[in-house]
């Protein structure tokens, strides 16, 4: 196996971050539907399961997920989505890279856990509707009284950040193993996996 | 969409700012925005930041947007500032909501858009390189920014064969999943096709090759660049001192 990326992997590596762009924006248009902002992590992680495991058998060098990651983070960041996702999408990213490179991008249970890893940077993208809330409650509970607070607190609680992880995860492994699938029934059948 | 980012000219625009301006105005207002409140001093850093978006419309020659931006401004900041204590029960609850989302995410949102729509591929690759990023990601980044129309399109294209064989969106609530396997397969194959003539095109043009590759673009820092700059900067360390 090559280690050093040459253009094609670079340009492999654009492509299939538009369509995972993309199928990110289609799923986060549902989140203007309060409920389905809570279902956001787990939709989005679930239908870009399989442009990802096609993507996995494309390049197949370190660095893959990392570059997908940072420009991901890029286009929601220019989008207006705050600076926590630059932060915790290169994390994410980078240590899904790890993950999948020591399966050699093609064990089984590393890609899915990959996968799941490398979603985690939807959280980013909600991050700041928690941090915001700190600042803003205090202000709030100066002026008008603990109880109101209190609700609202609830309605924002950080007990919904765990609820949101799980979400993702299930996601993430549901949408491998459904690109995992496609990618046997469709892709490798029409040799372009 | 009339995206510059993805279109081959950009808009007309009567102040031209450096794409390195624009990342940095888009780092220091999303930071303060977010995280700020509406009280003591901080609040005028952020009445100055909320402007920014506004006179960036304008030179993009986007009235309309900008206008409507400065309404929801005003509401978003009427609303927080009076309506909060002067309400109760669940009307309360919405307000506080509604006025504290939009106050801090419009700014935000309205820059991103300024930000697309008067950046030029081309000239967002100039900034980058010469910010001296890694070609391992100025190569997969203008990619993307090419592909997105063409994802798009090819997408729309499935979605037309689907609706003449009678699989259009109706199956969704039935079959998700199904629905899902549908538009991507199809579109997945067409991309690593395209993707294929790309790379052989983007080759003989010598990309990746081992010279210095040039840019049509000019770009440098413009006195508007030094007074954006300037106010931003003021305003940050305004912010952090406060």
């Known amino acids: 196996m090559e280690k050093k990326?040459?253009?094609?992997?670079?340009?492999?590596?654009?492509?299939?971050?538009?369509?995972?762009?993309?199928?990110?924006?289609?799923?986060?248009?549902?989140?203007?539907?309060?409920?389905?902002?809570?279902?956001?992590?787990?939709?989005?992680?679930?239908?870009?399961?399989?442009?990802?495991?096609?993507?996995?058998?494309?390049?197949?060098?370190?660095?893959?997920?990392?570059?997908?990651?940072?420009?991901?983070?890029?286009?929601m960041f220019g989008t207006g989505h705050g600076?926590?996702?630059?932060?915790?999408?290169?994390?994410?990213?980078?240590?899904?890279?790890?993950?999948?490179?020591?399966?050699?991008?093609?064990?089984?249970?590393?890609?899915?856990?990959?996968?799941?890893?490398?979603?985690?940077?939807?959280?980013?993208?909600?991050?700041?509707?928690?941090?915001?809330?700190?600042?803003?409650?205090?202000?709030l509970r100066s002026g008008y009284g603990d109880e109101y607070a209190a609700i609202l607190m609830s309605l924002l609680s950080l007990w919904m950040v765990p609820v949101l992880i799980v979400l993702l995860i299930a996601g993430g492994i549901l949408g491998a193993m459904l690109g995992r699938k496609v990618l046997k029934k469709h892709f490798e059948r029409a040799g372009i996996a | 969409m009339t995206d510059a980012l993805l279109s081959v000219k950009a808009s007309p625009q009567a102040i031209k700012l450096d794409?390195?301006?624009?990342?940095?105005?888009?780092?220091?207002?999303?930071?303060?925005?977010?995280?700020?409140?509406?009280?003591?001093?901080?609040?005028?850093?952020?009445?100055?930041?909320?402007?920014?978006?506004?006179?960036?419309?304008?030179?993009?020659k986007r009235l309309k947007e900008a206008l409507l931006y400065v309404f929801f401004c005003i509401v978003a900041w009427f609303g927080e500032a009076f309506l909060v204590y002067s309400t109760t029960g669940i009307l309360n609850i919405l307000i506080v909501m509604l006025s504290g989302l939009i106050l801090r995410f419009i700014p935000i949102v309205v820059l991103g858009y300024y930000l697309v729509s008067s950046t030029h591929v081309g000239e967002f690759v100039a900034a980058m390189e010469r910010m001296r990023v890694s070609q391992k990601l100025i190569i997969p980044m203008s990619v993307m920014f090419r592909f997105f129309p063409t994802v798009a399109e090819e997408s729309r294209a499935i979605g037309d064969?689907?609706?003449?064989?009678?699989?259009?969106?109706?199956?969704?609530?039935?079959?998700?999943?199904?629905?899902?396997?549908?538009?991507?397969?199809?579109?997945?194959?067409?991309?690593?096709?395209?993707?294929?003539?790309?790379?052989?095109?983007?080759?003989?043009?010598?990309?990746?090759?081992?010279?210095?590759?040039?840019?049509?673009?000019?770009?440098?820092?413009?006195?508007?660049?030094?007074?954006?700059?300037t106010l931003v900067t003021a305003a940050a360390a305004v912010y952090l001192l406060a």
């Open chain 2, 19 to 60: 794409p390195r301006t624009k990342l940095f105005l888009m780092f220091v207002i999303s930071t303060i925005m977010i995280s700020g409140s509406i009280e003591g001093e901080a609040a005028y850093v952020r009445l100055v930041l909320m402007c920014v978006p506004f006179v960036l419309l304008l030179t993009v």
């Open chain 1, 83 to 139: 600076w926590p996702v630059l932060v915790i999408g290169l994390i994410t990213s980078l240590l899904s890279d790890l993950i999948l490179s020591s399966g050699k991008y093609r064990s089984r249970a590393k890609t899915v856990a990959g996968f799941c890893v490398f979603n985690g940077w939807v959280i980013g993208n909600m991050l700041p509707l928690y941090i915001m809330r700190d600042s803003y409650f205090e202000s």
């Open chain 1, 5 to 75: 990326m040459n253009v094609k992997d670079l340009i492999n590596i654009g492509l299939f971050t538009a369509i995972y762009v993309i199928v990110t924006f289609a799923f986060g248009m549902t989140g203007y539907i309060p409920i389905f902002m809570v279902l956001l992590p787990f939709l989005i992680s679930f239908g870009a399961g399989i442009p990802f495991m096609l993507f996995l058998t494309k390049v197949k060098k370190f660095g893959m997920v990392s570059i997908m990651g940072a420009l991901l983070t890029l286009v």
């Open chain 2, 161 to 229: 064969a689907m609706r003449m064989r009678g699989l259009g969106n109706k199956g969704f609530f039935s079959n998700p999943v199904t629905l899902l396997e549908y538009r991507l397969v199809p579109l997945m194959v067409s991309i690593v096709k395209i993707g294929d003539e790309l790379s052989a095109a983007a080759l003989t043009r010598g990309l990746g090759g081992p010279g210095k590759r040039t840019n049509i673009f000019r770009i440098g820092f413009g006195p508007w660049d030094v007074v954006l700059l």
